[in-house]
């Protein structure tokens, strides 16, 4: 018997829901940072065995009151969730607070599939914390099964796993056995750029930046050492926000093509050769045009 899902983790942003579907895959596909809206995209993570496979979708926390058209397609994406699921993970910590006529738990009251409750973060909560969210929410959703983790230390993951798999359907395999995620590595190039600059840059400058590969060519130095060349364009919203992300004479822009270089050598296994150059887009996150662009 061969056994096969979809499923889809929704939850709020920063709840940790990257982090979830990277300890649940055993691979990095999602990025992560302490900062709400990091995952801006819908994202597969693949994990197959010899009788199984489970395609994870990592999502965009959800926007309750969306303020951009960006927002509104990355609101998008987590409906487009309740379409395709054989399974949904509702991520959720103590610090949530949710209403019982808010979208998601409207949305998920009237689904018919396995629905897991998990309650991230474990490490910051009390087991009486932990009891009195699983009461409040089963009092709302008939839920398959609750369960808390702490996703970043990997605790309660291997469990949940487990429960995930066995309220899966019969099926093939959706995808070749050996592939690991739906997005190409260009794909992960502008997610590990993008997430530097979130790391490295404050207030709204992170949040304006979109991140666009534009040229990734392989090939070997006169030595002979496998060399990955990569131009990548960072677009930002407003003209004052150039000059914040390039720093006095080049020293920000510089820091953080030394961060994603060594972030990406890592990922690809490869000396990388980074050029990073910034435009001005203005209001690109209002635009539909541009939002269709760049992937929206």
Sequence with gaps: MHKSGFVNIIGRPNVGKSTLMNALVGQRMSIITSKPQTTR???????SGD???????????F????????HDSMNKFVHSTFDDAD????????????????????KLKKLSIPKFLVINKIDLATPEEVKELITQWEQWIPFTDSIAVSALNQLGTEALLQKILDQCPEG??????????????RFFVSEIIRENILEQYKKEVPYSCQVVVDSFKEGTTLDGEAITRIEAHIYVMRK?????????????????????????????QSRIHLELLVKIKENWRNDERSLKHFGY
């Design 51 to 61: 009788d199984f496979q489970l395609v994870f979708s990592d999502t965009p926390g």
């Design 172 to 185: 093939p395999a959706y995808y070749p056995k050996d592939q690991l995620t739906d997005r190409s590595e």
């Design 41 to 47: 995209h819908r994202i597969k993570g693949i994990l």
């Design 87 to 106: 399974v949904m993970v509702l991520v959720i910590d103590k610090f949530d607070k949710y209403e019982e006529d808010s979208q998601l738990v409207t």
């Design 240 to 268: 004052s926000q150039k000059p914040i992300l390039i720093g006095q004479g080049g020293q920000a822009i510089k820091r953080l093509g030394i961060a994603a270089r060594k972030d990406l050598e890592e990922f690809l």
């Design 63 to 70: 926007i309750q009151d969306a303020q951009y058209e960006m």
